[in-house]
């Protein structure tokens, strides 16, 4: 016997970012580059940092608890309503327990569950297909989908890591995404996530993982640890070229799994890791730019939550209204890519 399967709609949405704002000129001051150098190759001409660079009280966390609490809101819900917390980071307050536990307290939650995501870039999709098959079985009502990012205590700011610390920048997004029986909407149609670790060490940052023996080293040699190690390291080409190959190819499996064209899409909202990236992909599918959502240029990539953040602003600025076609997409550090085609 079939099983009836809900379905599962976006019933809030809300973003959060610190307010101090780091314009290109900011980093020009701290390391060799310029405002057209990082304008020309990513579309960034600004992102927003946490006020200081070590804080205990504005953490990965607390930037999800404000992003969460205006989903909640903007859903008509409270935080005793939500069921089941999705967190998806790769700057989390602690090794561990991961910040899904961190939210809950911080919410007041019941005692629910509280799943943390490791997918980077692509941590928010990621959430929000395991969010998704919750729903559909039946087993949640109200999920609180989350992705949040400090990025700003972890880069190297001299001019070894100026091919990666322009790029990224802090913030938070969420959606509360709940079972529906309301037949005006459809809800999510399909997801598709992949991964291909064999390319792991292309976009990664290896302190403090295990490979590496990092807390022996620290204790026993701090000095000799070198700076590889300990900040982000990416091979920008080599990720470029495989992002604007996996972009195309998840959209496409998407919309072919739904049985839907490009032309049915009213909106892409891809993540934003490089305006470039974008561009490329929106004239591979033949989209107007219209129904491309990029605003990289006033946040940076923030990982994950880039995709939130894009979601919440095309909800505000109507660029994203009820009854839409809309599919999410990103690729990122794993490598991991997916996405998910929902009716909004
Ligand atoms: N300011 C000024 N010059 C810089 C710079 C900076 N911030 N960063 C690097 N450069 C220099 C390089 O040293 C290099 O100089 P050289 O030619 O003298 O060696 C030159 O600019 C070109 O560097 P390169 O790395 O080849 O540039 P690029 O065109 O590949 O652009 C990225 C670099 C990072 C913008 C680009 O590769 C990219 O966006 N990749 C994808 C990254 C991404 O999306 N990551 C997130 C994953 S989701």
Redesign the pocket.
Known sequence: KKRNMKKSVIKGFGYYVPEKVVTNDDLAKLM???DE??TE??GIKQRHYRKNINDAEETTAYLGLQASKKAIESAGLTAKDIDYIVFATLSPDYYFPGCGVLLQEMLGCDTIGALDVRNQ?SGFVYAMSVADAFIKVGQYKNILVVGAEIHSFGLDFTDRG??VS??FGDGAGAIVLSASEDDSVQGILATNMHSEGKYADE?CTKFPGTKYGWSVRLKNEPDAIPDEEIYPH?N??F??KH?VTRFPETIHEALEKAGKKVEDLDLLIP?Q??K??AQYVQQQLGLPDEKVMVNIEKYG?TTAASIPIALSEAIEEGRMKRGDLVCLSA???GFTWGSVLFEY
């Open positions: 060799s580059t310029n150098w990082i190759r990513t870039c100026r091919g322009v790029i976009l990416m920008g080409n990720v470029f992002a993540h890791a490089n470039r990236i990539n690729f990122g550090s």
